[in-house]
């Protein structure tokens, strides 16, 4: 099990509860799963690193568990029970300091310190959609959801936020445009935050400037934008939509700046490369993609057996073998992966995991040959 | 005749100089028609001859014959694809006992299906809504009145129909089913094509008895025609009643799904007779949305691209 996790690169959660870890180089996804509990309630909501090393996960799920997965030994070291299911889904997770922050649908962000029970709580509204930590500065969060602004949060000062956005301005019609925030994230070495709304519209909102409204809008598409990843190095965003169509986007004009293909299905998880050009994307297609954001291509494709419903997360390990490693020790990883061998399945899925065999009879008869004339 | 015949000079396999002549270099039309037509008569010739030589060599090697080679077809060629379902694959299995269609498949509910059309639909239509209402135990046909899908189904859940199938028209003719799965199942957006009512069929027998029919679903491999086999197969009674002798065929072929109807026999033991009933229509899947019908703000789980699958002609979804 800790051979096959040292080895996945991309990280992503499903609808059954299963961890899956992805290794491209092999190009297969393998379970992480905790025994034999595999139920819908245990569905994989957020996926977050637990650590600045990238050596933990955190996989939260619908029944308000977050469990820590350690990617060095294999398995699941920690189970905490963050709130019941009747709060709803989780939809953001971040750790500062030996303190977890989750928040859910309902608008309750908590922050749990290690060791004791209270929390301190933060109402951040209803229907909340997202909730993201800002990478250099970490106590401070953003949230944002359905006919619920964008909202800047500092954690030393949970009673108001530090910066609450402002919807637009009416519309031709003298209309109110409706707000739904459904991904954000915060652009490094700059105040300011990038938002993707359900309404296809890419916002970025300055905190530093005086005004509350977005400083730049943009469109895309003609269905709800779920995802949003920032690049490494540019002024753009890639942004993912209901209907499997990603598109990268320049934030100095807010023009389309190109159409990744290959997705079928609505976008779920989209993340990028801290350092490379690359976009790992999950979606309800049940494929992992890789693309290039240079060339747009697809370099991988890994197909992971269910919906996937969050999160895949990179390392900055070696992607692929023609990719530069960014790890320090590369020789050394390069002679561990000589050693390790191929593993050759017949089947280019996952391989097959300890836990028993649930088979519910599935009663659906296949190729049932015709009736001969 | 003086068209100029097509100079072959004798020139190394490598370069031909000058470049052959083509019969469609000649101008004039009547003599170009007549050294085309001799150039097929030609090569009909060889082809013949070719076949016959193999013919010869086939007799003559009698029994050490090598066995005849399969003609290749675009099925025999599919490329092999991941997503295809492992029979015991028990993450599938795990997932297909906790999916929507689960509560079809334990048992514990019973189809009710809802059968309206777009607005103000034509005869056609209309003929084949009642057509597929007999076909389908408990099926009712409802008009539609020009209401909102989004409002008609809390009202379909609250009266306990587990299925929403809306025919869509276009020009008096059927061309586009919605199958909406209704607790909280998803929505099947189809594009029908060479509807067939019972008028128009041949052969055909006597109309369709209450009887629940068997159904058949045939080649649906991948994990999307996994999905759509449940789909369908939740469209029927669980236990078919043997008596009646009917039979629902979901035929998938090339991403089109066939339909088809027909009542059995069985005259001995190896040999059956059937008779087409019912109407016949095609069916190629256009969309599959998770949740019931949001077609603006609903997450799609599959979405057919249609230039992405004129890439390879041999990769199929179904």
Redesign the interface.
């Known amino acids: 099990m800790a051979d096959k996790s040292q080895v996945c690169s991309v990280w992503v959660g499903s609808?059954?509860g299963?961890l899956k870890g992805v290794s491209l180089s092999k190009k297969q996804a393998f379970?992480f799963c905790e025994m034999s509990c595999?139920?819908?309630d245990q569905e994989v909501c957020v996926l977050g690193w637990g650590d600045e090393h990238e050596t933990e996960v955190l996989v939260g799920s619908v029944n308000g568990t977050v469990k820590t997965f350690s990617t060095e030994k294999g398995i699941f070291t920690e189970t905490r029970q963050c709130g019941e299911s009747t709060q709803g889904r989780f939809t953001g997770i971040a750790v500062t300091d030996s303190a977890l922050i989750t928040c859910v649908e309902t608008g309750l962000l908590r922050v749990w310190k290690e060791g004791s029970t209270d929390t301190v709580e933060i109402n951040a509204g209803t229907n909340v959609c997202r909730m993201r930590q800002n990478p250099s500065q970490r106590n401070q969060v953003a949230t944002g959801g359905k006919e619920n602004g964008l909202k800047v949060w500092d954690l030393e000062r949970p009673e108001t936020p530090i910066f609450t956005s402002k919807n637009v301005r009416n519309d031709w019609l003298d209309m109110r445009v409706p707000e739904w925030v459904r991904d954000m994230s915060f652009i490094p070495d700059s105040d300011k935050i990038v938002t993707c709304t359900?309404h296809h519209q890419v916002r970025v909102y300055d905190p530093a400037s005086p005004q509350r409204r977005p400083v730049l809008e943009a469109h895309f598409g003609e269905?709800?934008l779920?995802a949003l990843s920032l690049p490494a190095n540019q002024d753009s965003v890639v942004v993912g939509n209901?209907?499997?169509e990603l598109a990268i986007l320049d934030l100095r004009k807010g023009l389309v700046r190109g159409c990744l293909?290959?997705l079928?299905?609505?976008v779920r998880g989209l993340q990028c490369h801290p350092s490379l050009p690359l976009v790992a994307t999950c979606g309800?297609?049940?494929f992992l993609r890789v693309h290039s954001l240079e060339d747009r291509s697809l370099q991988h494709k890994v197909?992971t057996?269910?919906?996937s419903f969050s999160y895949t997360l990179s390392t900055p390990e070696a992607i692929t073998g023609d990719v530069e490693e960014v790890k320090e020790e590369g020789g050394e990883v390069d002679e561990v992966w000589d050693t390790m061998e191929m593993i050759n399945d017949q089947?280019?899925?996952r391989a097959t995991d300890e836990?028993e065999?649930?088979?519910?009879g599935?009663?659906?008869?296949?190729?049932?040959r015709?009736?001969?004339? | 005749k003086q068209g100029g015949k097509p100079e072959h000079v004798d020139a190394p396999a490598e370069f031909s100089f000058p470049p052959t002549f083509s019969v469609s270099e000649i101008k004039n039309k009547q003599r170009r028609h007549l050294m085309f037509m001799k150039l097929k008569q030609e090569k009909r010739k060889q082809k013949v001859a070719i076949k016959k030589k193999k013919k010869k060599e086939r007799d003559a090697l009698g029994d050490k014959a090598p066995p005849k080679e399969v003609p290749k077809t675009i099925e025999n060629q599919r490329v092999y694809d991941?997503?295809t379902v492992?029979?015991e694959?028990?993450?599938?299995?795990?997932?297909?006992?906790?999916d929507e269609f689960?509560a079809y498949?334990n048992r514990l509910t019973n189809p009710k299906v809802l059968i309206t059309t777009s607005d103000r639909p034509r005869g056609r239509t209309v003929r084949f809504c009642n057509q597929l209402a007999t076909v389908i135990p408990d099926a009712h046909v409802y008009y539609r009145r020009g209401l909102a899908l989004k409002k008609v189904i809390p009202q379909c859940i609250a009266r306990g129909f587990t299925y929403l199938m809306v025919i869509n028209e276009d020009r008096k003719v059927p061309n586009g089913m919605v199958l909406c799965h209704l607790p909280d199942g998803p929505t099947a957006h189809f594009k029908v094509s060479s509807v067939r009512l019972r008028k128009e069929m041949k052969r055909r027998g006597k109309d369709p008895t209450e009887h629940s029919p068997e159904v058949?679903?045939?080649?649906?491999?991948t994990?999307l025609g996994h999905s759509m086999?449940?789909l369908f197969?939740a469209l029927f009674p669980h236990d078919p009643q043997f008596v009646g002798r009917q039979?629902a065929?979901f035929?998938n072929q090339r991403d089109f799904i066939f339909f088809r109807f027909?009542r059995?026999i069985f005259k001995n033991e190896k040999r059956?007779?059937?008779q087409e009933l019912g109407p016949r229509f095609t069916l190629k899947l256009r969309s599959l949305q998770?949740g019931t019908f949001d077609s603006?703000?609903?997450?799609?789980?599959?979405?057919l691209?249609r230039h992405?699958n004129d890439v390879c002609r041999r990769r199929f979804?179904l």
């Not at chain 1, 065999?357 to 519910?360: D, M, P």
């Not at chain 1, 599935?362 to 049932?368: F, I, L, P, S």
């Not at chain 2, 603006?296 to 979405?303: A, D, H, I, L, M």
């Open positions: 609808e059954t299963i379970n595999l139920s819908r359900g269905y709800p779920t209901t209907h499997g293909k290959g079928a299905g609505g309800l297609d049940r197909h057996n269910t919906l089947a280019k899925k836990e065999a649930i088979v519910t599935v009663e659906k008869t296949m190729k049932k015709k009736v001969v004339k | 991941e997503t492992n029979p694959d028990e993450e599938v299995a795990f997932d297909e006992g906790t689960s498949f058949i679903l045939n080649n649906f491999t994990r086999g449940r197969a039979v065929t035929h027909h059995y059956v007779g059937i998770k603006k703000f609903g997450e799609y789980e599959w979405v691209k992405e979804n």
